[in-house]
């Protein structure tokens, strides 16, 4: 009997401690759940530190208990791939950003505009060069970012791709044709 109610309470409680990225239930660290990559929270440079060494910046608004966030999350992690050593990528959880009514440009609530996902692009003098909300396509950034540091066009240069890591990164990618 004792037995019986072992297995019982151990299959109740089996999916409880599984992650899942179609739901918006909290699984931890969505950077480290999601897309393989704890080295993106907390960044390296705050925003205010990547604007005064005129460094340009993609800051991510997200939640760790949003669908679209877990989602996008391998996307952010490739803006840090690509543009990681040039570019601060600084992903925000919008739960952190201290309410005020006002904000200056040097603080993360003067960009966010209240949904998530939302990637915002600043240039090397913290103007704004791109602002989307929702999952934006990884080429969509790439093509500002490759503006800002003036490199050649997507078009006009070698698609890079990498192989991916784990069963998560593997879904959000599209197969090679």
């Known amino acids: 009997m004792i037995f019986l109610c072992a297995v019982t309470v151990w299959f109740s409680y089996s999916g409880i401690s599984q992650a899942d990225i179609n739901n918006d239930r909290y699984d931890g660290n969505i950077f480290v759940v999601y897309a393989g990559n704890g080295s993106l929270v907390p960044s390296k440079l705050t925003l205010k530190q990547s604007l005064d060494?005129?460094?340009?910046?993609?800051?991510?608004?997200?939640?760790?208990?949003?669908?679209?966030?877990?989602?996008?999350?391998?996307?952010?992690?490739?803006?840090?791939?690509?543009?990681?050593?040039?570019?601060?990528?600084?992903?925000?959880?919008?739960?952190?950003?201290?309410?005020?009514?006002?904000?200056?440009?040097?603080?993360?609530?003067?960009?966010?505009?209240?949904?998530?996902?939302?990637?915002?692009?600043?240039?090397?003098?913290?103007?704004?060069?791109?602002?989307?909300?929702?999952?934006?396509?990884?080429?969509?950034v790439d093509d500002v970012l490759r503006q800002v540091f003036d490199l050649v066009p997507r078009s006009q240069s070698v698609e890079l791709k990498r192989k991916t890591f784990n069963e998560f990164n593997s879904e959000l990618v599209p197969e090679a044709k």
């Open 53 to 140: 060494r005129e460094k340009p910046v993609v800051l991510v608004y997200y939640l760790d208990d949003n669908s679209d966030s877990k989602q996008f999350a391998f996307i952010v992690s490739r803006f840090q791939e690509f543009y990681g050593r040039a570019a601060s990528i600084i992903p925000i959880n919008v739960d952190t950003i201290p309410p005020q009514d006002q904000y200056k440009p040097d603080e993360v609530g003067y960009y966010y505009k209240g949904a998530i996902p939302q990637t915002v692009v600043l240039d090397q003098q913290g103007k704004i060069v791109f602002d989307g909300i929702g999952q934006v396509k990884f080429e969509d």
